[in-house]
């Protein structure tokens, strides 16, 4: 079992920056391969970024790609997700997920743990 906290959710103004982080604990936090997705009201949740193992291969949607960067500090058992250049269109629950694999993938099935999520509210 890992269990995942989210943190660093707020109200922004459109062009400002949020930096999310998710806490895991329980299992070796290594093992896992993390992923951030996010769900608007109404919508589907979808897939935002996730990392590798080690950090040193990183994927993201085409939405957020060139302002959104994904980290992780093993030492610290923590993923963060920096979001610069924040668009109202970025409004949404934002969770973090962890998958017992090497490598983040982009489907919401393919990850076995979810934190509670964190609000991203952009205004214009």
């Known amino acids: 079992q890992v269990q995942l906290v989210e943190s660093g959710g707020g109200l922004v103004q459109a062009g400002g920056s949020l930096r999310l982080s998710c806490a895991a604990s329980g299992r070796t936090f290594t093992s896992y391969a993390m992923g951030w997705f996010r769900q608007a009201p109404g919508k589907e949740r979808e897939f935002v970024a996730a990392?590798?193992?080690?950090?040193?291969?990183?994927n993201y949607a085409d939405s957020v790609k060139g302002r959104f960067t994904i980290s992780r500090d093993n030492a610290k058992n923590t993923v963060y997700l920096q979001m610069n250049t924040l668009k109202p269109e970025d409004t949404a629950v934002y969770y973090c997920a962890a998958r017992g694999g090497t490598k983040g993938r982009i489907g919401v099935h393919e990850y076995d743990y979810w934190g509670q999520g964190t609000q991203v509210t952009v205004s214009s």
């Open positions: 990392i590798n193992l080690s950090g040193a291969s990183t």
